[in-house]
């Protein structure tokens, strides 16, 4: 099941609900924290399409991924399950880089998660879509960054590319990349619906793209969930997990959403 917010809904925010299908797990693999890390932000050949997400709770990371001015970040940087509502207040600065956003800021128009995400929590369904406002030149995000594109039912062992902006590198002002293997973790830890792969960012790199393909394609199969325990995902700061895009999650969302 989804769940949307509307720009107009703020305070007492009612939320519509559609009925989603479910989606098979296989067998997973496990791989040690090998990466290599090293800072984005400045590189001409880097897209402009992910960005820094701001909200009322601080900030996440995020990335364009529909050419209807969709973006896709994590479920916990939109809804927060803890409160048992939206967090709100969502402005995205695309190749945001030490303060300045090169092609504005883009205020939200709507928000989606999953059902799931609100019940339950799981690592699997972590993923938010936000649909942004035109700026005041009536322009659209991708009028100037374009967008990445979208995979989804890829196995777990991927090279992968991971970016977002973490509060533990660059003071959360810099994009930061990890280049590693991802690798799914046991049954017990989510299996095939959720995305193992080493990396040093934490705290802020949420939502932050993981992208395949990486300067070739650019598709996006995960985002930055966090860290769910050393049995499970491996050593903090060394590790961190996402849910693996699969038609239960992105492609619900985004059929909905229209992306």
Request: net charge neutral; hydrophobic share 35%; aromatic share 12%.
């Amino acid at each position: 099941m989804i769940v949307k917010l509307s720009f107009l809904q703020r305070l007492f925010l009612t939320f519509a609900v559609a009925f989603v299908g479910m989606a098979a797990v296989g067998p997973v693999s496990a791989q040690t924290d090998i990466f290599t890390q090293y800072q984005e932000t400045g590189n001409p050949n880097t897209p402009a399409a992910i960005g820094k997400l701001f909200s009322n709770a601080g900030y996440c990371s995020a990335s364009v991924i529909s050419g209807n001015n969709i973006i896709v970040t994590a479920a916990h940087c939109c809804w927060d399950r803890a409160k048992k509502n939206w967090i709100g207040g969502w402005s995205f600065a695309p190749a945001y880089n030490n303060g300045n956003a090169p092609y504005g800021v883009f205020n939200w128009a709507q928000a989606r998660v999953l059902n799931s995400w609100i019940n339950n929590g799981d690592i699997a369904s972590d993923v938010c879509l936000i649909a942004l406002q035109n700026d005041s030149a009536d322009h659209g995000v991708t009028y100037y960054t374009g967008w990445l594109g979208r995979s989804w039912n890829y196995g777990s062992a991927l090279s992968m590319h991971s970016l977002g902006y973490p509060g533990n590198i660059g003071g959360g002002n810099t994009l930061q990349l990890c280049a590693s293997e991802s690798f799914g973790p046991s049954s017990s830890c989510g299996g095939t619906g959720v995305l193992n792969t080493g990396c040093s960012m934490t705290y802020g790199s949420s939502g932050g793209p993981w992208i395949r393909d990486y300067r070739t394609g650019n598709h996006v199969d995960s985002v930055v969930h966090g860290y769910d325990s050393t049995s499970c995902t491996g050593t903090f700061g060394k590790t961190f997990n996402g849910p693996r895009f699969i038609d239960a999650n992105i492609v619900t969302l985004c059929n909905a959403q229209g992306c």
